[in-house]
């Protein structure tokens, strides 16, 4: 019983948040990837790309939602999802037309394309704040939980409770599913392998008649829904607001180079590393030890290894350790 | 128009926006923007050391920055002697027991076998050691932080003139750098960008919350001045009589004279930081480091010892950040840990770098210049712009009324605006790498 | 004659989404008293925002700069984050004696500084807030809880007044963390804070920045259902965004029994914006409050109505609330006193602090509800 | 001169050297040929200090260097040339010759502000020295192009006057002669002849090109499967049936259509 | 380089912000034109081409490549004399100032090369001619990118003839050896079933062994009525074997003839073939 307490309240407080958290984080860092691998430079507007993602649909959200439109006992951010998605899509596609496309017709070294990567985050960064404001939105409806703690111990007469958000759920689906089909593109079909090509060598992609302008359309497209789909998760999950969308940028890039920048599974490998550093090394062990330990050992401090203060901290320190004992990085080299 | 000419105009460009700021907004306005531009030239020449010379990606610069924050408190405010007696002895034990402890570490690592036995005892010494330092510290730490918590709370400083925060500072981000630089250099380069960021949150997050140091979030303001304080001059009887036979009043006179002797200040610091690191660059070893940035492999293969060089100058340019970041705090007059974010001190200095030209020192100057001064005046361009946008719309509708809400943001906009003309125009920068 | 007043306040950067409806709250107060009419001989005032971002003191001083040596301000209302407000005192408005008057910053440290009496804060101390929550708390039979507040000056030092206050008075505080604004998730802090365990949990932080989202995360695990809410976190959205899934958390804010808030709401509301959100009232009474005090003085001059201030706010004289601007400037032009009690019951102490009354609230039926004053 | 024993280089399950024995005679221009995917790269980046060997041993004048990083072997003498040439192509052709040598005192951060006289009269001498080198090779009149810009050819003959600016004992060389058009392959051979003789170097050539082994090399060992299959001179060589069935081959099946 | 500010990155060399290797170097990728008939002439020709890299200058001068159904045209010279870059010219990833390229009586300057390949062109490049990351089934799959066909026995043919590639077909084709990773291009090229092949320096670096194997293969592509265009550094056993030589020097036309009457003239001998 007090192992099942234990098991519980381990679910509960690490198991299930890191989860959801690192499955957001995931996506986000497949879509930096992506750009990465394909188009060979790290984009920093990608932050600010989920949060202009996020922001249509939300604003089409809004729309359903006055017209009376709603998805059940699922949030009507879902319905808006596709077209949120499409939105997304025009501005990113609007971006790349009007400024990538300048550089890469002129042969621009990628680390330029950085750089105009930063122009293009303060400009988005600017759009979204003067569409939408700097607010928080909260824009979740539908059923809050699968589960709640209560119910959970109603249920099971335990003392603790597991709560199980909708929105986790969700995020953990919609997170597999995605990924499942964007390895399924990538590794089955004729454009996913061009795309690999492409990104591979690109004057070689040409001589094997890949069009070099159809595979950036399709990464961009990609990515844009990417971007959206994760944004939208969690804004779901949690809310809606630009500035935290930027600070995003930070843990979704570290991420990305955890897993070895490039590298899809990389990415989703960096996200749940990420995720599961931040919550279980300041995690007080207190609450756990009780339930295993006999009477007489119980501890009376936190058992916590570090405060909470330095959680960013201690998750990079783990970061490096990683790095260090897998110095080439976890899934460098191999594609896919 | 020649190169040399083209940068001259390029100088003077800025120099003509300094004094417009001078002419159309105020003389305060323009001597405060060139001393921080100044300050952010230097930040522009260190991380241009790593990221032009060297090719090293520095995403910490913030926490340079910060650590240079942090000597300044440390060298100069006034020590705290009640807590000095009441932890100070305590607080020096537990870093001597942590500094043992990893001294000790490194010791057996290199003595012992690699095997299981030597990971066991590295560990219990690990546990062992943090468990004593814990148990040192921790009541330390307390004693300290009950002395006055809104007033001090923490051990003070050395007291000593907060110019000798300036090369403290600098030491303090070359000890950080090294330690990051001994882990992660020489292995791949994405190391160096998670370390970095790493290492630079871990500063943060100790300046933050080791209240003993340096107050932590309470934040330390009225730091000592190199300068006179405007409001002594604004009583002195002779500094009056000058001012007002140079027709200024009071109290402009004593700001705009204290902001001159800032500037000159800062203009004879970066001048030698420029001088020195011009010199570096034009000598054998400014060529070592170019090869070793066309090629790295080949440069190891004749014999220069890559990691080695990466180290020394990823130490050079976080110097240089530290030592901008004392003297930036130093202007501010205030420790405030919570102002070091990345959007201005990392993304905000590599904007400086790119625009004004990486791997040339000038431009990474006018970078830091021109960009600063963009950073501070585009509030008001962009509320320009929005006016002139809004201005056809008829009041009070909504639109416009929402549109002119977002006005500020237009700040980052126009940042961005700015910084695509640039790149499209001028995709190495303004001064280029010759 | 027109005077000019500064809005300064970080209107983009990590407390942006806080800074429109404070701007909102300064500028209803200054058309407010515009449009009487009846400010030093007619004049009217204008407002000129200015953006202190809360991450670059340098950027702030230099807006504040131009605010001052440029627009010729005559105040200024801000700043708002402590880094940029201890920045542009020390830098600009000391320097040039110009009044500041924050409506946010709570750090200690800024007591400190040598002000020459040009600094006042609307915002309420720390200390004695610190104190009303722990009885406040005790006085429901609470005797455990946990703490978590906001990493900067204002959630540390009322975290840390509170726990001190609550622990004299024979609470336990079972853990007392930060956690970090803008950050994107919160459930390694809401790990520890459930593993240490309290009957109520004390969220000392901001409602629409970390606050809400540990809240939320609380919530959603389970770890905790009555939450403590101080200033900070008072606010509509508690209403909007939790409603009756935090029914019976309590809290306190500034104010006292005539209903200044409610009246400010009201004209809030006219005007478009939200007056229940955070520090919006004390951006309106700290506007007015300068504006008042250059009235009384019958100058613009920092030097001369500086001292008139704590006059105004405090008693002796007729109260004023929000909407009775006009009353106060007739008050003052015929001699008579006045003690400007505002949208945040405002109460100077030396040097220049607020120390109001409380009023105790309570979330019943998905709804704040007054209970009482402290 | 160096001596290799025992090597193994594994790549996951895959044995790319698979215990090499062999030995270098000082003074000698040994060929180093085999089929493709012997592991003659492979080894030379294990002796050179770029990958770690699995294990085996690698000497040097009878002392162990197995493990060196590349920049301490260079200071022992041992240098070598890419199969890709690694030029330093944004720095001009001279001063790839010139930042070669070692233990510059330019190179000392702090002579750099403080030594600049010593600096100059260095940066003299070298000059001289990469002018001679230049012409050396021929291509005196590319000193101030970027290296970068100057054609296939002579970026190897760059690569070959990079070790003529020290006094290097062992030269590595990995198929200089690899799309490098005939003629030049001539001036290049002439040169490694001339180092050979004039200087002392000792060589190791990789090339599939039988003349150009022929004209240098002696003795030649050929590697296949990570071992060594043949080692004599090439006439031997040529005459070993395995050599033949693995590398040599027998020339032309199908004829020139008439 | 071509003094395109854009395509300086120097001191930018950091690889955790940028992906190694870089952009391609292909300059007519967007290129947008069609294809006009242009009747007579040799099956493939590029006439009186002249260009270079970018604004750069010419590297190319009046240059003149032609190859006709069955033959083997190959071209020799000294190396920077512009071959490879006359190669591309011919395959459209150089922007050409003057002259024109017809393929099987049409005109094709204005098509682009991912056009060009599904108008029957294969190319090997010099460099980085594989996919590194790909497998090596898969950089042969690349190469069927454009064909819509069952293209299984094709790849058979292709295992068959590089045997070592059957072996290690499932690697990724980075881990190869360079003269392994040869095989895999012109694998690649092949699989295109093209209709005129390109190949630069195709025997760089392999074996003798497998040298042999290359050219047999060559003639027997010829032989099925495939004109095939190679440059060569091993250039006295390709012009044996070659219909047509010419000698580049400096991007000029400096020699042509059939491949015997090169290997004759004592000039090309002793400046070219060495001797
Ligand atoms: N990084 C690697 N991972 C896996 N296998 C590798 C790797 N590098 C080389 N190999 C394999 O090792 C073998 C030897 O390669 P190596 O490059 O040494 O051959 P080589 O003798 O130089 O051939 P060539 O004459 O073609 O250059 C090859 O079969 C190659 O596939
Ligand atoms: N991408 C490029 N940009 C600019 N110039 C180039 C580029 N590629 C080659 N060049 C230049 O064009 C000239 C001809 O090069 P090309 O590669 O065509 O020579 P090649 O005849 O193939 O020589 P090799 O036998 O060495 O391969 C050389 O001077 C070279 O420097
Ligand atoms: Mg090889
Ligand atoms: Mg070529």
């Known amino acids: ?336 | 128009m020649t190169g040399t000419m083209r940068n001259i105009a390029l100088f003077a460009l800025v120099g003509v926006l300094i004094l417009l700021t001078g002419v159309l907004q105020s003389w305060n306005s323009a001597l405060l923007i060139l001393n921080m531009g100044l300050v952010s030239a230097m930040m522009a020449i260190g991380v241009n050391l790593q990221w032009g010379f060297a090719g090293l990606f520095n995403v910490g610069v913030m926490g340079f920055v910060a650590l240079g924050g942090l000597a300044t408190v440390l060298v100069s405010m006034p020590p705290v002697h009640a807590a000095w007696r009441a932890g100070g002895l305590g607080i020096l034990a537990a870093v001597a027991l942590g500094a043992g402890t990893i001294v000790l570490t490194i010791f057996l690592f290199r003595r012992m076998q690699p095997g299981w036995l030597r990971a066991v005892v590295l560990i219990a010494v690990l546990i062992a050691g943090f468990f004593a330092y814990r148990a040192v510290f921790d009541p330390a730490v307390a004693a300290i932080e009950r002395i006055n918590p809104a007033g001090t709370g923490y051990l003070g400083g050395l007291g000593l003139p907060i110019l000798l925060a300036w090369p403290v500072g600098g030491l303090l981000a070359a000890g950080a750098a090294w330690i990051i630089g001994k882990t992660a250099l020489g292995l791949r380069s994405d190391y160096l960008a998670i370390a970095t960021l790493g290492i630079a949150e871990i500063i943060i997050a100790v300046m933050k919350n080791e209240d003993w140091l340096s107050r932590g979030v309470k934040n330390v303001i009225g730091l000592p001045r190199p300068v006179p304080y405007e409001i002594m001059l604004q009583r002195d009887p002779v500094f009056v009589e000058r001012a007002a036979a140079l027709g200024l009043d009071p109290v402009t006179g004593s700001t705009l004279f204290v902001k001159a002797n800032y500037s000159i200040l800062l203009l004879v610091v970066l001048l030698v930081l420029l001088w020195l690191a011009q010199m570096a660059l034009k000598s054998p070893w400014g060529r070592m480091m170019r090869a070793i940035r066309d090629n790295e492999t080949a440069a190891e293969a004749m014999g220069k010892d890559v990691t080695g060089r990466h180290l020394q100058i990823f130490i050079l340019g976080s110097v240089v950040c530290g030592i901008a970041g004392a003297i930036m705090t130093t202007l501010d007059g205030q420790l405030v840990p919570t102002t070091y974010q990345p959007l201005r001190y990392t993304f905000l200095i590599w904007v400086m770098v790119i625009v004004g030209g990486s791997g040339n020192n000038f431009g990474a100057v006018l970078g830091g210049m021109l960009v600063w001064f963009l950073w501070v005046q585009v509030e008001p361009m962009g509320a320009l712009l929005m006016k002139g946008i809004t201005a056809g719309m008829t009041d009070g509708s909504a639109l416009k009324s929402h549109l002119l809400e977002a006005t500020a943001h237009m700040r980052l906009l126009t940042m961005g605006i700015v910084m695509l003309v640039v790149l499209r125009f001028s995709p190495r920068g303004l001064i280029p790498e010759k | 004659e027109e005077v000019k007043m500064g809005v300064a306040l970080g209107f983009t950067g990590p407390l942006e989404s806080l800074s429109p409806p404070m701007a909102n709250g300064a500028e209803l107060a200054a058309k407010e008293i515009s449009d009487s009419g009846k400010f030093m001989d007619g004049s009217t005032v204008t407002t000129i925002r200015a953006d202190t971002t809360c991450i670059d003191a340098s950027a702030a001083t230099a807006a504040a700069e131009r605010l001052v040596t440029s627009d010729r301000v005559a105040g200024i209302m801000g700043a708002m984050c402590s880094g940029a407000t201890g920045a542009v005192l020390q830098n600009v408005a000391i320097p040039n004696g110009v009044v500041m008057i924050s409506p946010s910053a709570t750090s200690p440290a800024l007591s400190t500084v040598e002000d020459n009496g040009y600094f006042f804060r609307t915002a309420p101390s720390d200390a004695r807030q610190g104190v009303i929550m722990a009885e406040n708390i005790l006085d429901r039979g609470i005797e455990t809880v946990a703490i978590t507040y906001t990493n900067n000056d204002y959630g540390k030092g009322l975290a840390d007044s509170f726990a001190e206050a609550y622990a004299e008075k024979g609470g336990t505080v079972t853990i007392n963390t930060a956690h970090e604004d803008g950050k994107a998730d919160y459930s390694a802090e809401i790990g520890s804070l459930s593993s240490a365990g309290g009957d109520a949990l004390v969220v000392v932080g901001y409602v629409d920045q970390g606050g809400k989202g540990i809240v939320r995360a609380a919530l959603d695990s389970g770890a905790f259902e009555t939450f403590v809410f101080p200033d900070g976190m008072i606010s509509e959205v508690l209403e909007s965004d939790f409603g009756d899934e935090i029914e019976g958390s309590f809290g306190q804010k500034p104010g006292n029994e005539s209903d200044g808030l409610g009246m400010f709401v009201k004209l809030a509301e006219e005007a478009g914006f939200d007056g229940n959100e955070i520090f919006a009232p004390e951006s309106y009474d700290a506007m007015a409050l300068m504006l008042l005090a250059m009235h009384s003085a019958g100058s613009t001059k920092a030097d001369d109505y500086k001292g008139k201030i704590m006059d105004i706010a405090n008693a002796p004289g007729e109260k004023i609330l929000p909407g009775e601007l006009g009353k106060a400037l007739e008050i003052l032009s015929d001699g008579g006193e006045v003690d400007y009690q505002g949208a945040s019951a405002v109460e100077f102490i030396d040097p220049g602090e607020s120390a109001g009354n409380y009023i105790e609230m309570e979330m019943k039926d998905g709804k704040l509800v007054t209970i009482g004053v402290r | 001169m160096i001596k290799v024993k025992d090597l193994h280089k594994h790549f996951g399950g895959f044995h790319a050297v698979d215990g090499a024995n062999l030995e270098i005679a000082e003074g000698s221009i040994t060929g180093l040929i085999g089929p493709n995917g012997a592991g003659k790269t492979t080894l030379f980046n294990v002796i050179a200090g770029v990958l770690e060997p699995t294990a085996g041993r690698v000497t040097m004048a009878g002392k162990d260097i197995t493990g060196l990083p590349p920049h301490e072997l260079f200071h022992k003498g041992l240098l070598r040339t890419f199969q890709i040439a690694h030029e330093f192509s944004s720095m001009t052709c001279r001063e790839n010759l010139m930042m070669v040598p070692g233990n510059q005192s330019g190179e000392r951060l702090w002579n750099t502000w403080f030594g600049r006289r010593r600096i100059a009269n260095e940066e003299r001498a070298l000059r001289a020295k990469a002018d001679e080198v230049l012409e050396f090779l021929t291509i005196e009149h590319l000193a101030d192009h970027r290296a970068g810009q100057v054609s296939g050819g002579q970026k190897k003959l760059l690569e070959l006057g990079r070790t003529m600016m020290v006094d290097a004992r062992i030269v590595f060389l990995d198929e200089v002669g690899a799309g490098v058009n005939r003629t030049l392959l001539n001036t290049i051979a002439d040169a490694i002849i001339r180092l050979n003789k004039e200087r002392q170097y000792t060589f190791v050539v990789i090339e599939h090109d039988m003349d150009f082994i022929g004209r240098l090399c002696d003795p030649v060992i050929c590697m296949a499967e990570g071992r060594v299959l043949a080692e004599g001179t090439l006439a031997e060589i040529k005459a070993n049936e395995q050599v033949i069935e693995a590398y040599l081959g027998t020339g032309l099946k199908n004829k020139v259509n008439t | 380089m071509s003094g395109n500010a854009y395509q300086d990155d120097r001191g930018n060399k950091d690889r955790s912000i940028t992906k190694a290797g870089g952009p391609g170097s292909a300059e007519g990728a967007m290129r947008k034109g069609k294809a006009v008939p242009a009747p007579g002439g040799p099956f493939l020709i590029g006439e009186n081409m002249t260009g270079g890299y970018g604004k750069g200058p010419n590297i190319l001068e009046a240059c003149t490549i032609a190859v006709d159904k069955g033959e083997i045209a190959v071209i020799v010279g000294p190396n920077g004399a512009g071959k490879s870059t006359a190669m591309k010219a011919v395959f459209g990833m150089l922007d050409l100032r003057e002259g024109s390229v017809r393929l099987d009586g049409e005109d094709i300057t204005a098509l682009s090369p991912q056009a060009r390949v599904v108008k029957g062109m294969g190319f090997v490049p010099q460099t980085s001619n594989i996919f590194t990351s790909l497998t090596v089934e898969e950089n042969l799959e690349m190469g069927a990118f454009i064909r819509r066909d069952d293209f299984s026995e094709t790849m058979e043919q292709i295992l068959d003839l590089f045997p070592i590639l059957r072996e290690k077909r499932r690697q990724a084709a980075g881990e190869l050896s360079g003269g392994q990773r040869q095989q895999v291009a012109v694998g690649r090229a092949l699989m295109t079933k093209p209709k005129v092949l390109m190949l630069d320096e195709p025997t760089a670096g392999v074996s003798p062994i497998v040298m042999d194997e290359l050219f047999d293969r060559i003639i027997e592509v010829a032989r099925t009525g495939i004109p095939i265009l190679m440059v060569e550094q091993n250039a006295r056993q390709a012009l044996e074997i070659a219909d047509k030589g010419y000698v580049l020097v400096q991007g000029m036309n400096a020699y042509s003839g059939t491949g015997k009457d090169l290997l004759a003239d004592p000039e090309v001998r002793k400046s070219f073939l060495g001797g």
């Not at chain 1, 299930?16 to 995931?26: E, N, T």
């Not at chain 1, 843990?251 to 590298?263: E, Q, R, T």
């Open chain 1, 1 to 336: 019983m007090d192992l099942l307490n234990a098991i519980v309240a381990l679910s509960n407080f690490v198991l299930v948040p890191a989860i959801a958290y690192g499955s957001q984080l995931a996506l986000g860092a497949l879509g930096v990837t992506l750009i990465y691998g394909i188009l060979r430079f790290s984009n920093f507007a990608h932050g600010d790309t989920m949060a202009f993602g996020t922001m249509a649909t939300i604003l089409f959200t809004w729309w359903f939602q006055s017209l009376g439109i709603s998805f059940g006992p699922l949030p009507t951010a879902l319905l808006a999802l596709p077209l949120g998605i499409l939105g997304c899509m025009a501005i990113v596609l609007l971006t790349d037309r009007g400024i990538y496309r300048f550089y890469r017709e002129q042969k621009a070294k990628p680390v330029i394309l950085v750089i105009v990567s930063m122009g293009v985050m303060f400009i988005m960064n600017g759009l979204v704040r003067v569409i939408i404001g700097p607010d928080d939105q909260n824009f979740a409806d539908g059923d809050r939980f699968i589960i709640t703690a209560r119910e959970f111990r109603e249920m099971t007469g335990l003392r603790e409770g597991l709560a199980l958000k909708s929105t986790q759920g969700i995020t953990v689906i919609t997170a597999v599913i995605v990924v499942a089909l964007l390895f399924w593109f990538l590794n089955r079909t004729r454009t996913g392998k061009s795309m690999r090509a492409y990104s591979d060598n690109e004057d070689l992609a040409l001589l094997s008649g890949i069009n070099p302008e159809r595979v950036v359309m399709i990464t961009w497209l990609i990515v844009a829904a990417l971007a959206t789909v994760a944004g939208v998760l969690y804004g779901l999950d949690k809310s809606f607001k630009p500035f935290v969308y930027f600070q995003l940028l930070l843990p979704i890039f570290a991420s990305a180079i955890v897993g070895g920048l490039g590298s899809p599974v990389g990415a989703i490998a960096g996200g749940f590393i990420i995720a599961f550093s931040e919550v279980t090394i300041t995690y007080a062990w207190k609450k756990v030890l009780t339930y295993l330990l006999p009477e007489a050992w119980q501890p009376d401090g936190l058992v916590q290894l570090m405060s909470t203060d330095y959680k960013f901290a201690v998750s990079f320190v783990i970061l490096l350790i990683v790095l260090l004992v897998k110095p080439t990085g976890l899934f460098k080299g191999k594609s896919v």
